[in-house]
């Protein structure tokens, strides 16, 4: 069921879909192109260029925003929490880095990475100018968060698409 792209909810079909109407609106502002995710009834969602946000589904109220550094993947973002939910993060690419913040309140996780961020190029096997950006958010599994890096360019120099494997609670590289 984990990202199949299906939902068993039925209360939206070919005979309601057009008796929808707005509930509410979120302004977002700028070129955005951002997949949100939904954890527990919050919406996590990039409300401009850098700055994420945290919305009540529901009502459209905005929870918290953090302005973060660097550009963001287009593809979203990704959720975890401990196993007594003490610890609950958000994973996203911006500015070729790994970010982790805290989902409750956007702060980034000091913990993780250096300072809350993990440069995706520590784990090459040779070192690439500039930072590693992909749309690919990556995805979760148990306690590691799995990135797939695309190729770019077709010399010797390019980037390699190479998959890596951070821990999620401190950022270490696990494997490549």
């Known amino acids: 069921a984990h990202s199949s792209q299906y939902s068993a909810l039925d209360q939206i079909n070919k005979k309601t879909v057009s008796q929808l109407e707005v509930a509410w609106t979120f302004p977002v ?3 955005v192109i951002f997949n949100p995710l939904i954890v527990d009834n ?5 409300a401009s260029n850098n700055t994420l946000a945290a919305v009540d589904p529901a009502s459209g109220k905005e929870l918290w925003r953090k302005q973060m550094a660097g550009t963001f993947g287009a593809r979203g973002m990704n959720y975890w929490e401990s196993p007594d939910r003490s610890d609950r993060r958000i994973f996203f ?7 982790a913040i805290n989902a409750q309140n956007g702060e980034v996780i000091p913990t993780f990475g250096n300072n809350g961020r993990v440069d995706l190029r520590i784990a090459l096997y040779r070192q690439t100018t500039g930072p590693l950006q992909t749309s690919n958010p990556g995805r979760i599994f ?3 968060i799995i990135m797939s890096l695309p190729a770019q360019g077709a010399g010797y120099d390019a980037t390699p698409a190479e998959v890596q494997a951070y821990d999620v609670r401190t950022g270490k590289v696990q494997w490549v």
């Open 93 to 99: 690419l911006a500015g070729g880095m790994l970010t």
């Open 42 to 46: 919050v919406m996590y969602l990039q």
């Open 29 to 31: 502002t700028g070129t």
């Open 142 to 144: 148990e306690n590691t």
